[in-house]
DNA sequence: ACCTGAACACCGTTCAAGT
DNA sequence: ACCTGAACACCGTTCAAGT
């Protein structure tokens, strides 16, 4: 059923993505969806685990680009999955697992660093769906060319401000 | 009027800022709000340039440290302002001027870090301020004790790691 | 110029009742 | 155990008509 509310997010989008059309999908009533979930945001916390359930486990051996990377292109890889996971991050079922896999990538650094690195990847994938969707919809206010374009270089900027492999921390 | 929704807002949450509960407020019909906007996401859109209103204009000679918690401060300053900035980033109207002082305040390193530590900004108040919603509703899964401790330590880590003067930046 | 009244096509959620 | 039917209290938006 998760399965279901995926594709139809995929399909559709968060702002249609009711359960009322979920539902319809599933061809049941909408009191029917209420059996197996009590309530919309615990559905789309199950659907945000579902997003995030492809980024590989801890390992201390890889680079933070990669697990940054990885992380980025799981939210990416549903429409506006990276909405969802930040609504319904509070109960984060598998959030940890992402912020553990950076944390690991991060060696010694200080743990804050991990939480930082993955509030930034989440802003970033969100402003950029946001973005692809104003585009979709039209109206471009000042009409910058392509919405996208200089997606990586952002991302890029941001991760290597992060490494502390790619600079020289300060001692303190 | 967007006073009035920016009040609201601040007291009943987004999920909860409708266009009839506005116009309620307002003591008007519900179509009488789309004489002056015309459709909820410009409405809210007016509301985040106003939530960004107080970041002071770019200046050279400001630490990037000091800009970052002005803008953070300013969206922590009503209840889920920084959801609101971030569903209305696409039209920036407003935000393009917290992203010109971050430009300034980082001085010549490339363009593409000063957008990502906005990202950063917003993932981390975003995430901040679901947590307290979260905590207000009460359901703690795992319970954390206090979930907003280590607030500052997480956003220090942040920017510390994008400030140029708090680190030795490698040459390429 | 600015607002009302009434309607249209939707929401999430609850709960008795069915099988 | 799992679903239907019907209801409750809402949404955003449009549009003729009023002043």
């Known amino acids: 059923m998760t399965t279901a509310a995926l594709e139809l997010l995929d399909r559709v ?3 249609d993505l009711s359960m009322r059309r979920l539902a ?3 061809e049941v009533q909408p009191s029917a969806l209420y059996w197996h979930f ?5 559905l789309l916390a199950a659907v945000a685990d ?5 980024v590989p486990d801890a390992a201390a051996d890889v680079r933070l680009a990669a697990v940054a990377a990885a992380i980025r292109d799981a939210l ?5 999955g990276a909405e969802v996971v930040m609504s319904t991050y509070a109960m984060r079922l598998g959030a940890r697992r992402a912020q553990d896999a950076l944390q690991a990538a991060l060696g010694d650094a200080e743990p804050a660093l991990a939480d930082a690195v993955f509030e930034f990847i989440l802003g970033h994938a969100t402003l950029l769906q946001q973005r692809m969707h104003a585009q979709s919809v039209g109206a471009a206010p000042d009409a910058g060319p392509d919405p ?12 290597r401000a992060f490494d502390p492999l790619s600079a020289a921390r300060r001692p303190a």
């Not at 990416?76 to 506006?80: G, I, Q």
């Not at 996208?148 to 991760?159: H, P, R, W, Y």
């Open 76 to 80: 990416l890889a549903y429409r506006d």
């Open 24 to 26: 319809t999908e599933l």
């Open 38 to 42: 009590p309530s919309k945001q615990v």
């Open 148 to 159: 996208t374009s200089g997606l990586d270089e952002v991302f890029d900027a941001g991760i």
């Open 50 to 54: 579902r997003i995030l359930e492809t």
């Open 13 to 15: 989008g968060l702002p």
